[in-house]
């Protein structure tokens, strides 16, 4: 890659989302303010938004010519170099107790994913990765080993409501698929993190429906980097590397057939028109 190093800026992503750790800890557990957003599902704290200003404060400070996309505060990617921030991924576990959400950021030049860094800040574990590998607090993450579908465990949320309320049969035949494919079936609340398990072998597929750039950037380079496929499908076709949503899934190496297949039909589900202008696409 020409342009900026991407030591640095695994350095900057790094540093950003271990910036907020405290912070998020603190407020982990704690009363806080919960707001909803587009519905009662979709919920925000004030530990999203402070945390997101701490960390466009470091990237901007340090990347004054980028450009910044975050969750909460929004931002327009027209720069060689974009930052795309969700300080908190897994909101509702989050607002539940639940130690299963993560900070993300990650470095994204010429449309492509350079530099990530997913943090858990309960169990204080940092994952990260660059154009070499994938890592797990500063240790390089071994490459994953091939397991078929039959011998893995998958995290997916999908199908979530509104996904019901799109294609209920259709969704719920698919999701019965996985379940019947599958070792197991997961289901927990921050795709960046459940892609940081799969680079670590922790988890062997995820797969998304409803996500947004600031979600996945981050984890598909973790898995990519970690010897996993990722495939991303955004208005056109499947990529390795894109990441604009809403559907992807990822896997350690080895035979996802069904995965694969699954987030395909997903996509060509959702592409089509909706009818209804209730419904709607995220
Ligand atoms: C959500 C999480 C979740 C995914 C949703 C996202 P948020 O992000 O990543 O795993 O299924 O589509 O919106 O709202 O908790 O930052
Ligand atoms: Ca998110
Ligand atoms: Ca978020």
New binding site residues.
């Given amino acids: 890659m020409t342009g900026p190093s991407v030591d640095e800026l695994r350095d900057t992503a790094t540093a950003a989302v271990s910036a907020v750790g405290g912070q998020l800890s603190s407020g982990f557990r704690s009363p806080m303010r919960v707001d909803s957003k587009c519905d009662a599902r ?2 925000v704290t004030e530990h999203d938004t402070a945390a997101e200003l701490v960390i466009r404060e470091l990237i901007g400070r340090r990347w004054p010519e980028a450009t910044i996309v975050g ?1 909460e505060l929004g931002g327009t990617p027209d720069t060689e170099l974009v930052w795309y921030i ?1 300080p ?6 989050f607002v539940q107790g639940l130690a299963f ?1 993560s900070v993300s950021v990650a470095a994204v030049v010429n449309g492509e994913p350079a530099a990530a860094a997913v943090y858990d800040p309960i169990a204080d574990e940092l994952f990260s990765a660059d154009d070499e590998g994938a890592y797990l607090n500063g240790r390089r993450l071994p490459s994953l080993p091939e397991r078929n579908e039959q011998e893995s465990d998958l995290i997916t ?1 999908f199908p ?1 409501a509104r996904n019901l309320d799109e294609n209920r049969e259709k969704y719920l035949d698919l999701f019965g698929s996985l379940v019947e494919t599958y070792r197991s079936v997961r289901r927990i ?4 993190l ?1 892609l940081a398990y799969v680079a670590a072998g922790r988890a062997d597929a995820v797969l ?1 429906a ?3 750039p ?2 996945i950037a981050a984890g598909s380079l973790l898995v990519r980097r970690a010897g996993g496929k990722y495939r991303g499908w955004d208005t056109g076709g499947p990529t390795t590397i894109g990441f604009e949503g809403p559907v992807y899934c990822a896997h350690c190496p080895g035979d996802h057939t069904v995965l694969d297949s699954t987030a395909e039909t997903i996509h060509s589900i959702r592409r089509q028109p909706t009818t209804s202008p209730g419904r709607h696409k ?1």
């Fill in positions: 979709d919920l969750e969700d908190i991924d897994g909101t509702s576990a959400f949320g979530n609340s921050s795709a960046a459940s998304g409803n996500v947004r600031w979600d995220r």
